[in-house]
């Protein structure tokens, strides 16, 4: 199913049903939100 935080496919091992598409890496560079890469 797809909704508004990921796509959800719930199974009896994985109760929360999200896949990576979901997770993202943020951080705060000068005081604004940006999409972390790679933190090297």
């Known amino acids: 199913m797809v909704g508004v ?3 959800f496919n ?7 049903g999200l896949d990576e598409r979901a ?3 943020l951080r705060v560079k000068n ?3 940006e999409f ?5």
């Open 5 to 7: 935080h990921g796509v």
């Open 10 to 16: 719930m199974s009896a091992k994985d109760h929360s």
């Open 23 to 25: 997770r993202v890496l």
């Open 31 to 33: 005081g604004q939100w």
């Open 36 to 40: 972390a890469q790679d933190l090297n």
